[in-house]
């Protein structure tokens, strides 16, 4: 499975962004995808999910403002990113879980500055 993530840039503090996460299968096909971030010299953290259901969990640093979603017609994940702040400055993944399996997109760098 290939995915790839992409949508990132260099956005002001409240502003907004949105991040597309595609795939080589049905993103309805796969039990979940998710989105993490990591930042300079931190680790990895995950920012949300939507599973096969459309169950959606959010962490709480981004509740409120951050939405994922998906796109039938792009067969994508978008994470729609809004009242965007300085910590929010990261390298942002896509991760596709396939019966128990880890499928890693690369990365978009978001900058979120003045």
């Known amino acids: 499975v290939q995915l790839q993530a992409s949508g990132g840039g260099l956005v002001q503090p409240g502003g907004s962004l949105r991040l597309s996460c595609t795939a080589s299968?049905?993103?309805?096909?796969?039990?979940?995808v998710e989105w993490y971030r990591q930042a300079p010299r931190k680790q990895r953290e995950l920012v949300g999910s939507?599973?096969?259901?459309?169950?959606?969990n959010y962490a709480d640093f981004v509740k409120g403002r951050f939405t994922i979603s998906r796109d039938i017609r792009d067969n994508a994940v978008n994470l729609q990113m809004n009242s965007l702040k300085p910590e929010d400055t990261a390298i942002y993944y896509c991760?596709?879980?396939?019966?128990?399996?880890?499928?890693w997109g690369q990365g978009t760098q978001v900058t979120v500055s003045s």
């Open positions: 299968i049905s993103i309805f096909s796969v039990d979940a």
């Open positions: 991760n596709a879980l396939i019966s128990g399996q880890q499928n």
């Open positions: 939507i599973s096969r259901r459309a169950i959606r």
